[in-house]
């Protein structure tokens, strides 16, 4: 998992800027030269940091990520910015990796101009993929973007599908779904679920509608001792694909304390970059709500039920899929409180 920003300089001048917006907004700067090539740093740099600030030219930037370019959904932030601090520049991932604002926070701080061309932000637009940036949520089909967004631009209006209760002003030109929303829970979607520019859902639909998965369930796991995390995975892809849930929905996981030194499970759970949680017995059996009891359970660890039960604690919310089990696994899924709003 990326995490934080890297800094190039070239020059004196450059380093010192590079440092200052370090102090500022944190992350690590270097200097290129000596043993220390373009290339190399901004290898390492693209596979570990979320940005990358090049401090000089902009050519310089364009020709050292060229090689490492694979898709607007998973590429970092790019930046260049002058060794002035005059103008700072948005390359690459503008909205999903966040370039735009970054750019913004660091003109800020210099006092210069941040050159933006995303098309939806100069015409103050609504920007679905920044709104979904904002709102913690993956976005499923990142080449539909251009089809809302093209929409939007030319004053056409947009039907957003959502259960969620989203705050604030509404944008222009997008409509809200919400009457289907009511009617519904999120594993049946109505036939209007079809007509959909959006659809906010963390379940798989075939569609022609760009989805948004929220980031808000919380995985309970039970297994037993021993199980490998090449069982776990398979059994995970499993229960997915049977209860139509997307991965990328997921943001943590849980389990009883007594399987915490599993080695499995533990490997299993950072495979997929999810922190995990273990709970003693007595306080899984303070969870509220209705559960999917067993005595076999309860006499070999004392609690009547593990992964929902689990999942229900670490999320703070509600039971959103029952246990599942398979050859000594249990999975479950619950979703935390969630609220939206129109920030983007």
Not at 208 to 237: H, M, N, V, W, Y
Not at 276 to 296: H, M
């Amino acid at each position: 998992m990326r995490e934080g920003l890297a800094y190039l300089s070239f020059t004196d001048r450059g380093q010192a800027l590079a440092e200052k917006l370090s102090a500022a907004l944190g992350g690590v700067t270097a200097r290129a030269g000596g043993d220390l090539s373009i290339g190399t740093w901004t290898e390492n740099a693209f596979r570990d940091r979320s940005a990358l600030v090049f401090v000089g030219a902009a050519g310089i930037a364009v020709r050292a990520i060229a090689p490492f370019l694979r898709h607007k959904s998973e590429d970092p932030a790019v930046l260049s910015v002058d060794e002035t601090g005059h103008y700072v520049i948005p390359l690459l991932s503008g909205h999903l990796g966040g370039a735009n604002a970054m750019a913004l926070k660091i003109a800020a701080i210099t006092g210069g101009e941040a050159v933006i061309t995303t098309a939806t932000d100069l015409n103050g637009v609504f920007a679905v993929d920044l709104w979904a940036a904002h709102q913690n949520m993956k976005v499923r089909q990142p080449e539909r973007i251009k089809t809302v967004s093209s929409k939007l631009l030319a004053g056409r209006k947009i039907l957003l599908d959502c259960r969620w209760e989203i705050r604030g002003e509404r944008p222009e030109n997008v409509e809200i779904n919400s009457e289907a929303g009511k009617k519904r829970n999120n594993k049946l979607y109505s036939t209007d679920m079809s007509k959909a520019d959006v659809l906010v859902s963390y379940r798989s639909f075939e569609s022609s509608s760009l989805q948004l998965i929220p980031r808000i369930l919380t995985l309970g796991i039970g297994c037993r001792k021993g199980t490998g995390d090449e069982a776990l995975e398979e059994g995970f892809e499993r229960f997915c694909r049977e209860r139509r849930i997307l991965p990328e929905a997921i943001r943590s996981a849980s389990s009883i304390d007594c399987k915490s030194g599993e080695e499995g499970l533990i490997h299993f759970c950072r495979s997929h970059g999810w922190p995990v949680r273990f709970y003693a017995a007595e306080e899984l059996g303070r969870a509220e709500g209705c559960f999917t009891g067993s005595d076999f359970v309860r006499s070999a660890v004392g609690v009547d039920n593990v992964c929902e039960r689990a999942a229900v604690l670490e999320s703070g919310g509600t039971l959103a899929e029952k246990k599942y089990a398979g050859n000594g696994i249990t999975f479950a899924l619950a979703e935390c409180e969630t609220e939206f709003d129109w920030s983007w």
